[in-house]
């Protein structure tokens, strides 16, 4: 395919406000694509060059695109500028300068050019990048050169989310059944361009073939959540209860000596955290395996275990060796995915708890997570007061005899966290989709509020439930202004449904974690809306900490939870 003919679908993809069209455009563009470009495509529209846990970057600053700007298009600097400061976009501006050009390029061609820009490092990189970008911008027509100034900024903006892919990828097979498969397909490996090339090269059953594999994370269960320990019981009958940890959820894949570490979004985080490699390499027996659990910093003369701020202080790229001094880790291991070529996915949390034990030598580092096995309610609840004592979360029960459900939520794993036994005292993960300029105070950071979203599973679209406007410092308002202007777009995004319009949307992209008094019935808010327009919101919400880098827009609260939290505040109050 020819590299103008995809940035034409972008055009399409990029004026679209409606979830129905997106699906469509983007089966279409799958169904004219070869089994050769379908994963590169798939990447590029996603604003990446591989899944986000291969950690390639581009490395390219505005000021950098800048330069190869105007190299590319024989202008001065000045006159770069110029026009991006009129244009606002760095896409336009390369639009503008670079009229009248090739349209040479394939997708391939295109792909392996910012592949090896990304590549690129070592003395005099940043000149190399400048000169390789440059060469490619010549080549290319002005809406081709657009999407690449876009792309190497990270400012594509299409908003083309995993479960629109897999939904357009069986839509574009002319059976949205298809979904399913393709799902549990990339539930294994994590990565959408693997499977879109194994189904258009091996059809379905190459598809249905695909396993579990040491190097590719599984995307993480979830769990479901009740408000007691009668309604745990009831459920599952006989239970595992496991302490919930408040700390960073990591899945560790050792292959002999090589290790690995991804985080919740699929991230890859091993250099951050050495002790745990080396632990792994020393006292995991299994020559290879894949283990889940929760890294938290600790005291190592005292055994506390640090809150979640302290935490995720360790999650950085620089600094880290004299942070691991201060802030050494702990990993409660609490998952056995895979060991030496067996798949324990499809195993019973019993099978699996007894073997990852056994795995594990005695040492200071990894250990598993506490655990007992109960059909007690009042047994639980001595456990959920002990462990709220300690400074953990609460409590996770786990059906005895269910597999490992790979990137679902269900009742497999059950949560109680302090604020399901009262009022509303739990946060909730919410996405921005767009936000109000500051007022008055707030007239200076340019950000006054933002607009909050949960996840709606069934549409795959995020539906409105508060405005933020407390919480944040005056930098992080600062910061939220830099941020979100990265991702603005000129419409309401396809995948947002909302009656409230914002001064500015944004793609919905980034996590933040909230705080309110109670949720309401609220006709302003699209969550959970009923006949009568009537939706649920948080009264009172404020922020809890900044972005969430740790989640991605789908791991915001569902509107399901939102729900099941409103009818549980009630029954606490009826009482």
Same mark, same amino acid.
């Not at 440059?134 to 081709?144: F, V």
């Not at 189904?199 to 959540?225: D, S």
């Not at 019935?521 to 880098?549: Q, W």
């Not at 609260?557 to 409103?566: C, G, Q, Y």
């Given at each position: 395919?020819?590299f103008a003919?995809?940035?034409?679908?972008?055009?399409?993809?990029e004026?679209?406000?409606?979830?129905?069209?997106?699906?469509?455009i983007?089966?279409?563009?799958?169904?004219?694509?070869?089994a050769?470009?379908?994963d590169?495509?798939?990447?590029?529209?996603?604003?990446?060059?591989?899944?986000?846990?291969?950690?390639?970057?581009m490395?390219?600053?505005?000021?950098?695109?800048?330069?190869?700007?105007?190299?590319?298009?024989?202008?001065?600097t000045?006159?770069?500028?110029?026009v991006?400061?009129?244009?606002?976009?760095l896409?336009?501006?390369?639009?503008?300068?670079?009229?009248?050009?090739?349209?040479?390029?394939?997708?391939?061609?295109a792909?392996?050019?910012?592949?090896?820009?990304?590549?690129?490092?070592?003395?005099?990189?940043?000149?190399?990048?400048?000169?390789?970008?440059?060469?490619?911008?010549?080549?290319?027509?002005?809406?081709?050169?657009?999407?690449?100034?876009?792309?190497v900024?990270?400012?594509?903006?299409?908003?083309?989310?995993d479960?629109?892919?897999?939904?357009?990828l069986?839509?574009?097979k002319?059976?949205?059944?298809?979904?399913?498969?393709?799902?549990?397909?990339?539930?294994?490996?994590s990565?959408?361009?693997?499977?879109? &090339? @194994?189904?258009? #090269?091996?059809?379905?059953? *190459?598809? =249905?073939?695909l396993?579990?594999?040491? !190097?590719y994370? %599984?995307? /993480?269960?979830?769990?479901?959540?009740?408000?007691?320990?009668?309604?745990?019981?009831?459920?599952?009958? &006989? @239970?595992?209860? #496991?302490?919930?940890?408040? *700390?960073? =959820?990591?899945?560790?894949?050792?292959? !002999?000596?090589? %290790?690995? /570490?991804?985080?919740?979004?699929?991230?890859r985080?091993?250099?951050?955290?050495?002790?745990?490699?080396?632990?792994v390499?020393?006292?995991?027996t299994?020559?290879?395996?894949?283990?889940?659990?929760?890294?938290?910093?600790?005291?190592?003369?005292?055994?506390?275990?640090?809150?979640f701020?302290?935490?995720?202080?360790?999650?950085?790229?620089?600094?880290?060796?004299?942070?691991?001094?201060e802030?050494?880790?702990?990993?409660?291991?609490?998952?056995?995915l895979?060991?030496?070529?067996?798949?324990?996915?499809?195993?019973s949390?019993?099978?699996?708890?007894?073997?990852?034990?056994?795995l594990?030598?005695?040492n200071?580092v990894i250990?598993?997570?506490?655990?007992?096995?109960?059909?007690?309610?009042?047994?639980?609840?001595e456990?959920?007061?002990?462990?709220?004592?300690?400074?953990?979360?609460?409590?996770v029960?786990?059906?005895?005899d269910?597999p490992?459900?790979?990137g679902?939520?269900?009742?497999?794993w059950?949560?109680?966290?302090?604020?399901?036994?009262?009022?509303l005292a739990?946060?909730?993960?919410?996405?921005?989709?767009g936000?109000?300029?500051?007022?008055?105070?707030?007239?200076?950071?340019g950000?006054?509020a933002?607009?909050?979203?949960?996840?709606?599973?069934?549409?795959?679209?995020?539906?409105?439930?508060?405005?933020v406007g407390?919480?944040?410092?005056?930098?992080?308002?600062s910061?939220?202004?830099?941020?979100?202007?990265?991702?603005?777009i000129?419409?309401?995004?396809p995948?947002?449904?909302?009656?409230?319009?914002?001064?500015?949307?944004?793609?919905?992209?980034?996590?933040?974690?909230?705080t309110?008094?109670?949720?309401?019935r609220?006709?302003?808010?699209?969550?959970?809306?009923?006949?009568?327009?009537i939706?649920y919101?948080l009264?009172?919400?404020?922020?809890?900490?900044?972005?969430r880098t740790?989640?991605?827009?789908?791991?915001?609260?569902?509107?399901k939870?939102?729900?099941?939290?409103?009818?549980?505040?009630?029954?606490?109050?009826?009482?």
């Amino acid at each position: 395919m020819k590299f103008a003919r995809l940035t034409g679908y972008f055009e399409e993809l990029e004026a679209t406000s409606k979830r129905l069209e997106m699906f469509e455009i983007l089966a279409r563009l799958f169904n004219e694509a070869s089994a050769k470009d379908i994963d590169k495509i798939i990447y590029l529209s996603q604003g990446q060059l591989l899944p986000p846990f291969k950690n390639i970057e581009m490395g390219m600053s505005e000021k950098l695109l800048i330069k190869a700007l105007s190299d590319a298009s024989q202008s001065p600097t000045k006159k770069v500028e110029e026009v991006f400061r009129k244009t606002g976009d760095l896409g336009e501006t390369a639009e503008e300068l670079l009229k009248n050009r090739g349209e040479g390029l394939s997708v391939g061609k295109a792909y392996d050019e910012l592949t090896d820009i990304a590549h690129t490092g070592g003395t005099g990189s940043v000149e190399k990048k400048i000169s390789l970008l440059s060469n490619l911008l010549r080549g290319t027509s002005s809406n081709e050169a657009k999407y690449i100034a876009r792309f190497v900024l990270g400012r594509l903006r299409l908003g083309v989310g995993d479960p629109t892919v897999l939904e357009a990828l069986a839509l574009s097979k002319g059976d949205r059944g298809l979904r399913q498969e393709l799902e549990r397909a990339y539930n294994l490996c994590s990565d959408l361009g693997l499977v879109a &090339k @194994t189904l258009l #090269e091996k059809n379905m059953e *190459g598809v =249905r073939k695909l396993r579990i594999q040491v !190097g590719y994370p %599984v995307r /993480m269960a979830l769990c479901e959540r009740v408000p007691s320990s009668e309604e745990i019981i009831e459920k599952m009958g &006989k @239970t595992a209860v #496991e302490a919930k940890y408040d *700390g960073l =959820r990591i899945q560790i894949h050792k292959d !002999g000596n090589n %290790v690995d /570490m991804f985080s919740r979004n699929l991230e890859r985080t091993t250099h951050m955290f050495p002790e745990i490699t080396a632990a792994v390499k020393t006292h995991i027996t299994a020559k290879k395996a894949i283990l889940e659990g929760e890294a938290l910093a600790y005291n190592e003369t005292t055994g506390e275990l640090f809150p979640f701020q302290i935490t995720m202080q360790r999650k950085r790229k620089h600094g880290i060796s004299e942070l691991a001094k201060e802030y050494p880790l702990k990993f409660f291991a609490f998952e056995l995915l895979y060991a030496d070529n067996e798949d324990y996915t499809e195993k019973s949390y019993a099978e699996r708890r007894a073997k990852l034990e056994s795995l594990i030598k005695k040492n200071p580092v990894i250990e598993p997570a506490e655990m007992f096995i109960t059909d007690n309610p009042k047994k639980i609840n001595e456990y959920f007061d002990e462990a709220i004592e300690r400074g953990l979360e609460g409590v996770v029960a786990k059906r005895l005899d269910a597999p490992y459900s790979a990137g679902a939520r269900n009742f497999n794993w059950i949560k109680l966290k302090r604020s399901y036994r009262g009022e509303l005292a739990d946060t909730i993960d919410v996405c921005i989709v767009g936000y109000f300029r500051g007022r008055g105070a707030r007239a200076k950071f340019g950000v006054g509020a933002l607009l909050g979203a949960v996840y709606d599973e069934k549409t795959d679209s995020f539906k409105t439930v508060s405005k933020v406007g407390s919480g944040f410092t005056e930098d992080e308002f600062s910061e939220l202004k830099k941020i979100l202007d990265g991702i603005a777009i000129k419409h309401k995004h396809p995948r947002v449904d909302s009656v409230i319009e914002p001064d500015v949307w944004v793609e919905p992209r980034y996590v933040v974690t909230v705080t309110a008094d109670e949720i309401t019935r609220s006709p302003l808010h699209t969550a959970g809306k009923d006949r009568e327009g009537i939706g649920y919101a948080l009264r009172f919400p404020r922020a809890v900490g900044f972005i969430r880098t740790d989640k991605k827009p789908e791991d915001a609260n569902s509107v399901k939870e939102i729900i099941e939290i409103s009818n549980q505040q009630k029954k606490v109050k009826v009482g």
